[in-house]
């Protein structure tokens, strides 16, 4: 075992996987002698060449309709987009075209495809470098959305998106690079996809989170437990297919859910979850189930960020209104 | 069967007025500038490359926020933004600051945009343009809409766009020219191929020996020029600005040049990517060391003059960034009431949750 952060991990799953299948190709802007701007490919074009690892043109849409043509003969591209907000150039390569072409083609063809990049708040980037996008990707039918929250679950999680057969948009929240190391395997492991994780149990109340927002969550019930209310925190790490078997299990236990993203509050993955724990257990509710999310203006220019985006106090100040209802 | 390419490529030379000792090597084509323009070209480059240096050190000390250095680029910024007309419309990129500023946007205001304060993207009245795109190649399209509409309206100006060699690669570069073209807009494609987009070198970005030939597939004009001759990048951008108020179509500039620094302040480290070398071969080429040569030969310039200017550099730049720090912070409430015109029921109901939250 070795210590990593989360951006080690990711570096580690990559190497495994361009060392385990010679079809896996690794591709984008800045990726290749660079190692990406954030160091997420460090060392992986000297190990495996330049035919596998490589800078590409500066073009999303080209690079996601490459990854596309390359799927098409056969290969398993690993196409990174620099940050997350830059995914409004290639919207059609990915919800018009790698989405659609197993059922367009009438389930003969696959696209075993694994978008990485970067996303979400806190690290005072510029404009459209910070937004959480991934409400967008899970409203389209044929993607999975992967969202790892620690270093284990990273390598785990991005081995599997690659050997998956289908599109899989995985998404990297960039507080969590090298906010912390943990102890990650050496040796090659998978983590399910389409699998929530029960990272806290507890008795009073569920929080459904993912990403950044899983440590808030956590930091939450910690402070609640103080004052007596046990919360259970639900790490997604897949928002699209959402794992509802392990929310509503715990929901039906607790009876009272808050859920959490740090993405705008309408149309999000939230109000999904919370519309969904309504439909199938209502008799099991003590209290409205409560989302805490950004207010619905675009991402704030950075000095505004600190307000805009949730916390454990939002968190908390929810719960309690679950507890008290 | 015949084959075309080679010959295109051939006819792209770099086309340039002063070289690297300061002297003109094209008469023909000089540009038509008093000596007070020569000498306020000259205070603008150097006073250019001072802010570029205190931008560098406020960002090292945490007082700046977003910075995407200029030294190095000064003459195809500040030679473009000289052909101008103050009713002229730009849509920078992100390294695009100083055209702005030399158009009249307050340093303050620059400084705002840097630290993440909406207010720094209000450009002034008299500004016509908008502030610095981040999107790669978004406002490539824009700038075709808006010489498009300059055309429409029978108005004798000009929209100018920049963008990167990394930026011609984008889609939104190929659309927006073709656009212009196709609809013969008031346009001015400035690409300032400073070499590397990021880490990636330009070679990598096309199999084109030049950006400037792009324009051919659009059917528009396309040179490439030394972007590190000021005359030449003025005398360029003049010409195409005349062409296209006169109905003779848009212009693709590739101005060849190079950023002395880092891509940007947040981590860049060129040393992963480019050699000593190359630094020092361009930097011989410096745009203001050989424009300085050229004044001096001409007796418009002394090191007193320079001194003076960059003395007042330094206390511009020292008051802009005071007032910026005093500026007051901007609130999520603010943003609130900027999204819409008329503030939709949701953000209503939110706007009264975060004024409570702000006012503690
Ligand atoms: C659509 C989009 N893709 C990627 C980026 C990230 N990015 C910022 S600058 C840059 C390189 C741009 O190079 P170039 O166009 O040559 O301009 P330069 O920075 O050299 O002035 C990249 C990839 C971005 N801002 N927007
Ligand atoms: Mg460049």
């Known amino acids: ?325 | 069967m015949k084959r075309t390419l080679e010959n295109i490529e051939n006819q792209f030379e770099t086309f340039q007025i002063l070289n690297e000792e300061g002297e003109i090597v094209n008469e023909d084509a000089m540009p038509d500038l008093s000596d007070d323009d020569l000498k306020e070209i000259m205070r603008r480059m150097v006073y250019t490359r001072i802010l570029d240096q205190r931008s560098i050190a406020l960002n090292r000390q945490g007082r700046l926020g977003f910075y995407a250095p200029t030294a190095g680029q000064e003459a195809s910024q500040l030679g473009s933004q000289y052909a101008l007309e103050q009713e002229d419309f730009i849509l920078p990129g992100y390294r695009d600051v100083p055209q702005l500023i030399w158009q009249g946007l307050p340093l303050t205001k620059a400084f705002l945009f840097s630290k993440g304060h909406y207010v720094g993207n209000q450009m002034p009245e008299g500004v016509n343009a908008v502030s610095p795109q981040i999107i790669i190649g978004a406002q490539i399209t824009q700038a075709a809409g808006v010489g498009i509409g300059f055309k429409k309206r029978g108005e004798s100006n000009v929209a100018i766009t920049y963008t990167g060699d990394g930026g011609a690669s984008q889609g939104d570069f190929y659309e927006g020219v073709n656009f212009a073209g196709a609809f013969g807009g008031h346009n001015i494609f400035v690409v300032q191929n400073n070499q590397f987009a990021i880490s990636v070198p330009v070679e990598k970005q096309s199999a084109a020996q030049t950006i400037a030939q792009k324009a051919v597939a659009a059917g528009v004009e396309g040179i490439q020029v030394d972007g590190m001759d000021v005359l030449a990048v003025y005398a360029v951008t003049k010409d195409a600005r005349e062409r296209a108020i006169n109905g003779e179509g848009p212009t693709l500039i590739e101005t060849m040049t190079y950023r002395y620094g880092p891509h940007t302040m947040a981590g860049d480290d060129p040393t992963r990517y480019r050699t000593g070398d190359m630094d020092d071969e361009w930097e011989k080429k410096d745009p203001i060391v050989r424009f300085r040569k050229y004044l001096e030969g001409k007796d418009l310039w002394s090191e007193d003059e320079e001194n003076e200017v960059i003395e007042k550099a330094k206390e511009e730049i020292k008051a802009a960034i005071k007032e910026a720090d005093n500026t007051p912070k901007q609130k999520v409430t603010d943003l609130m009431d900027i999204m819409y015109e008329e503030l939709p029921q949701n953000l209503k109901e939110q706007r009264e949750e975060y004024a409570e939250k702000e006012s503690k």
């Open chain 1, 1 to 325: 075992m070795a210590q990593m952060t989360m951006i080690q991990a990711i570096t580690d799953a990559m190497r495994t996987e361009l060392g385990n299948d010679e079809n896996v190709l690794v591709f984008g802007e800045d990726v290749g002698q660079n190692g990406g701007v954030f160091r997420a490919t460090e060392g992986l074009q000297d190990e495996f060449g330049e035919d596998r690892v490589f800078d590409t043109p500066l073009a999303e849409s080209g690079i996601n309709g490459m990854a596309v043509g390359l799927a098409l003969t056969g290969f398993r591209p690993v196409p990174e987009i620099q940050f997350f907000g830059f995914v409004y150039e290639t919207m059609d390569a990915i919800s018009g075209q790698m989405a659609r072409y197993r059922y367009r083609s009438g389930g003969t063809r696959q696209m075993p495809i694994t978008v990485r990049s970067p996303f979400g708040g806190g690290v005072h980037t510029p404009e459209l470098h910070a937004d959480s996008l991934e409400g967008l990707m899970a409203q389209q039918p044929g993607l999975k959305v992967v969202i790892p929250s620690n270093p284990y679950d990273a390598k785990g999680l991005l081995i599997q998106s690659i050997r998956d057969n289908d599109p899989v948009i995985f998404l990297e929240h960039m507080k969590l690079y090298r906010s912390f190391r943990e102890e990650v395997p050496e040796d090659e492991y998978t983590v399910e996809l389409g699998k929530a994780n029960v990272k806290r149990e507890g008795t009073d109340v569920t929080l459904v989170a993912y990403g950044a927002m899983v440590h808030s969550a956590l930091k939450a019930a910690e402070q609640l437990e103080e004052d007596g209310v046990s919360a259970e925190v639900i790490d997604l790490r897949t928002v699209s297919p959402v794992d509802y078997e392990t929310i509503l299990e715990s929901v039906e236990k607790t009876n009272r859910a808050v859920v959490i993203q740090e993405a705008q509050k309408q149309a999000g993955i939230a109000a999904s979850i919370a519309a969904e724990i309504q439909e199938k257990a209502i008799l099991h509710l003590e209290a409205p189930v409560m989302r805490v999310t950004a207010p619905d203006t675009i991402y704030p220019f950075t000095q505004a960020e600190g307000v805009w985006l949730p916390d454990h106090t939002s968190i908390i100040e929810k719960v309690e209104s679950v507890m008290n209802f």
